[in-house]
């Protein structure tokens, strides 16, 4: 964002006085403005984004786990039970 020192001075070398002058700087002054609320925009919505895209990466990463200690639960059961055959015969 450009200072009102500079914009002035910008508008003078354009040949801008009094009322001209004043609407520049105030019309420079407003774009800056829309431009910084425009890149806010934009990182707030590349933060959500990322934000969905980490709840999704947690949620796979934990079905996962789940599926893994079902794998261990079912392989240990079937153990036992082997065992518990091999006890009755």
Known sequence: MA???????LGEQMGLKGTELRDFIKEQQDLDTKERSRLREEQDKQRE?????QDKLGKFRLALIE???EKEQSECQREKDEKDL???V
């Open 67 to 69: 599926r893994e200690m």
């Open 86 to 88: 091999e006890f009755e």
């Open 49 to 53: 984004h990322d934000k969905i895209q």
């Open 3 to 9: 200072s009102v020192q500079t914009l002035k001075d």
